[in-house]
């Protein structure tokens, strides 16, 4: 067997110890002659999955208890409608557009009321975030959203926007879990799980509880009100349950590695070496202004689209997997979530070392 490093956006690597431990349990999960795939979700033995998933997630992002944790489906993008449908009172809500996915959430919102784009960094290729210390919000803004981390772009918010006494509502998925959080500060966090955190399929949302009422947009369905998963422990129909099985085993390993300040560390020891070797190579570039720079998605180019497809050619044959670029902004993107060792980085940037000596 031959594992390769990869540095896929998603659905993306998973902790080794996590997938070992899923196989030994695969055919008789802990005596019960049979798989968690396989299991009614009202088991005794689920619920203790799903109970003790929320507990380790709870506690590693220090969740407070007016916050309910929603294991939902439909992904990130099912997101983009529940909220406004669950939120918007007034009918009208504050978007900063900082990248595709912020973009594709502010289109949505269009649908049940007035989406005002109030911040955006499209004018140079989403490479930065705005300032965002005295928005023009809304006065009858009934949330302010965010998409946190970038995915495509690579970008990060260093500081949250000042939403002057709004509700903040922050998409989380591509930095879920890589560094503390004070929850205190949104309204709402959701992410969907197959970036950091587990197999695709779920999104989680954190929702603060005054939030959750049956006060939801006319017409909104029964499944896409919070108030409806929230009243059932996220077991109003079947949920996800493997993909629940397997985040928690995800927040076990994040309790083990020492929790989310001891991910940040690492996460941010990883970034550094590829960004500073990019900051001083002659062949390659990153492509986000420093000061906005991800600490899990990495994007980067030569400048020479011929020469960027030969690089991911030659480090997919090398064991280095995922290097391409989304297929809208092209070159290369390294993303290096919670579970890519160091020695992954390590081994990219020594693969690229070569490769410039051999090309430059
Ligand atoms: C991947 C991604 C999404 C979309 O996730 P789906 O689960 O495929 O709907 C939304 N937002 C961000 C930030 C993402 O990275």
């Known amino acids: 067997m031959k594992r390769v490093y990869n540095f896929s956006a998603g ?11 899923a196989a030994e349990e695969m055919l008789d999960y802990r005596g019960t002659g049979m798989s968690v795939m396989e299991m009614s979700h009202r088991s005794a033995a689920f619920q203790q999955i799903i109970d003790e998933a929320e507990a380790d997630l709870r506690d590693l992002l220090q969740i407070p208890d007016n916050y309910k944790v929603l294991f939902l489906q439909g992904g990130a993008s099912q997101q ?24 594709k959430a502010w289109q949505e919102a269009q649908k049940y009321g007035k989406a005002n784009k109030i911040a955006s960094s499209e004018d140079k290729t989403f490479s930065y ?9 809304s006065e009858d803004a009934d949330y302010v959203y965010i998409c946190e981390n970038n995915t495509i772009y690579g970008t990060k918010y260093k ?8 509700l903040l509502v922050a998409d989380v998925s ?13 309204g709402i966090i959701y992410g969907g799980v197959q970036k950091n955190i587990g197999p695709a ?9 005054d939030l959750i009422t049956d006060d939801v947009l006319e017409g909104t369905p029964t499944m896409l009100k919070f108030k409806t998963h929230a009243d059932a422990g996220s077991m109003y129909n079947t949920p996800n349950c493997y993909c629940i099985y397997i ?7 994040l309790k083990k590695m020492g929790g989310l300040q001891a991910m940040k560390e690492r996460n941010e020891e990883k970034a550094r070496i590829l960004y500073d070797y990019l900051d ?4 390659f570039r990153g492509t986000v202004e420093p000061a906005s720079r991800s600490l899990m998605n990495v994007p980067f180019v030569t400048g020479d689209k011929e020469m960027d497809a030969k690089f991911v050619k030659e480090a997919k044959e090398a064991g280095l997997e995922n290097l391409k670029g989304h297929r809208s902004v092209g070159g290369m993107r390294a993303s290096i979530y919670n579970a890519m060792p160091v020695e992954g980085v390590q081994a990219l940037v020594a693969f690229m070392k070569k490769f410039e000596e051999e090309n430059c």
């Open 174 to 186: 591509s930095c879920f879990l890589s560094e503390p959080m004070d929850v205190e500060k949104y």
């Open 280 to 283: 001083q190579s002659k062949l």
């Open 80 to 103: 983009f409608a529940m909220i406004p449908m669950n939120l918007m009172k007034n009918r009208v809500a504050d978007y900063i557009v900082t990248g595709q996915w912020a973009k």
């Open 159 to 166: 500081t949250l926007p000042n939403t002057k006494g709004k």
């Open 11 to 21: 659905p993306a690597v998973l902790p080794e110890e996590v997938l070992e431990e």
């Open 129 to 137: 975030i705005p300032d965002c210390s005295d928005l023009p919000i």
């Open 247 to 253: 985040c928690g085993k995800v927040f076990k390993w």
């Open 201 to 209: 399929g779920m999104v989680i949302s954190i929702v603060r509880e």
